[in-house]
């Protein structure tokens, strides 16, 4: 046993070394949500109040989690998230997490606020890589990312459609983690108090670069004040279905839209041509009060599940908590914090234990659902909190892959059996 696997046994024990290594705005930053953090809290008792329903004498040797997402295999139904503040949170630290999927066969997605060149981040962190975008007021400086994540390789373009206005973060304003950051006694002595990450992440850009992290993937005037990125990074309120449409006819390949909460959207998003969806409120962080996204995933998979690739995030911090997703009709499952509290415990190692003890979960889970493939995981393996004493059970549905997805509007939990009103 490593000395890591040894200490970090499951998601919460990195967030603690997370929170120890990090300064405290760094790590509120990664770690909290918005406003009251009702959406952060709520994402989880959402997953929480949902029960397996586990299938026994089925022989689940040789358990496998591996699925084919957009065509391709990977060994397990997770994807590593984009999360702006990786290469803060360890030096190079997108370049790690990139290594960190690779190595576990799953997919790693680039922020659009990464720090290292995303050339680089190909190139050194390997496997299939996927790039998110968010679209800066200036629509056509965006656009360049694109163009360059295309010749650079990426597979997919995440474009990011619930991020349009500023977090409401009261936290992060009292931290001092502004734009640009505000140095107060407080976050001075919090920053002298973690010199593991001061000088093993901050210190070491400053020795090889001569400078602090900085957003070399985003095309900025050259010669732009300090006073004016603030404005140029504000994020574009103008966008419509119009320029999904744009952005299809110039990505030839896999097209993701993330931040999708209502199943129209999702039927939008389709007859614009993406190729998938992510059902997500951020991780709680987009607005505190949006429903959770395994809440409205039943409705989405019910819209589209037939037409796209439906993934669906936040909150998910267990191997149990994955398979709850797919028994209701995901594909695959994002995860953020889960990577990055590994990655700012112990860099690309810390998110490697990340991915491990997620997949042992995940194997776990399987054994006690009575499944051997994932193929095999059908609606019957949940209960949601309404059907506790209410639903029929459906027959024979195990090993009948065409049993999923079987989560349709009528079943959505929140509407307790309500189908939402189409137009
Ligand atoms: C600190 C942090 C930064 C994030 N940055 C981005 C981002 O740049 N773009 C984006 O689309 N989502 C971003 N997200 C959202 C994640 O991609 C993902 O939707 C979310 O983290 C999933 O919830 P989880 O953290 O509970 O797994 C961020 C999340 C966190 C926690």
């Known amino acids: 046993m490593t000395e890591l696997s040894g200490k970090a046994l499951n998601i919460e024990d990195l967030r603690q070394m997370a929170r120890r290594r990090l300064t405290r705005a760094l790590f509120e930053f990664i770690d909290r949500g918005s406003e009251d953090e009702v959406g952060l809290r709520h994402n989880r008792e959402a997953l929480e109040r949902i029960k ?17 997402l957009f065509g391709k295999p990977q060994t397990m139904p997770i994807v590593i998230g984009p999360t702006g503040p990786a290469g803060f949170a360890w030096y190079r630290g997108e370049t790690a997490l990139g290594r960190a999927a690779a190595k576990a066969g799953i997919p790693f997605t680039l922020a659009s606020t990464s720090n290292t ?7 050194k962190g390997g496997g299939t890589q996927w790039y998110h975008l968010y679209v800066w007021r200036d629509m056509e400086a965006s656009l360049v990312a694109v163009e360059r994540a295309r010749k650079a390789g990426f597979e997919a373009l995440v474009l990011t459609v619930d991020a349009i206005v500023p977090y409401n973060r009261e936290f992060d304003v009292r931290n001092g983690v502004t734009f640009p950051i505000r140095i107060t006694p407080r976050n001075f002595i919090d920053t002298l108090l973690h010199p593991r990450w001061l000088f093993g992440t901050m210190g070491r850009y400053v020795l090889a670069e001569q400078h602090l992290p900085r957003y070399v993937n985003i095309l900025m005037p050259q010669d732009i004040p300090a006073s004016e990125v603030r404005a140029f990074l504000t994020k574009n309120d103008t966008m419509t279905w119009d320029f999904l449409r744009r952005l299809r006819a110039m990505w030839p390949r896999t097209l993701i839209v993330k931040g999708i909460l209502h199943p129209d959207d999702a039927i939008r998003a389709a007859d614009c041509g993406a190729d998938g969806v ?3 409120n951020h991780g709680g962080i987009a607005s505190d009060a949006s429903l959770a996204p395994i809440d409205a995933l039943a409705d989405v998979v019910a819209a589209v ?6 993934i669906v995030d936040s909150g998910f911090r267990r191997g149990s908590d994955i398979l709850k997703g797919l028994a209701l009709g995901a594909d695959a499952v994002i995860v953020g914090r889960a990577t990055l509290y590994g990655l700012a415990a112990a860099g690309e190692a810390g998110a490697t234990r990340a991915l491990q003890i997620l997949d042992s979960e995940i194997r776990r889970t399987m054994g006690v659902l009575g499944c051997r493939d994932i193929t095999s995981i059908t609606r019957d393996h949940v209960v949601l909190p309404h059907e506790l004493f209410t639903r029929p059970l459906e027959r024979g549905s195990i090993g009948h892959p065409a049993a999923r997805p079987s989560g349709t509007a009528a079943e959505s939990q929140l509407f307790g059996g309500v189908p939402l009103q189409r137009k």
């Open 52 to 68: 397996l329903r586990p299938r026994v004498l089925n022989d689940v040797s040789g358990r496998d989690p591996a699925i084919t």
């Open 117 to 123: 060149p995303m050339e680089e981040i190909r190139e």
């Open 278 to 280: 992510v059902v997500s």
């Open 305 to 310: 599940g037939d037409r796209m690739t439906v």
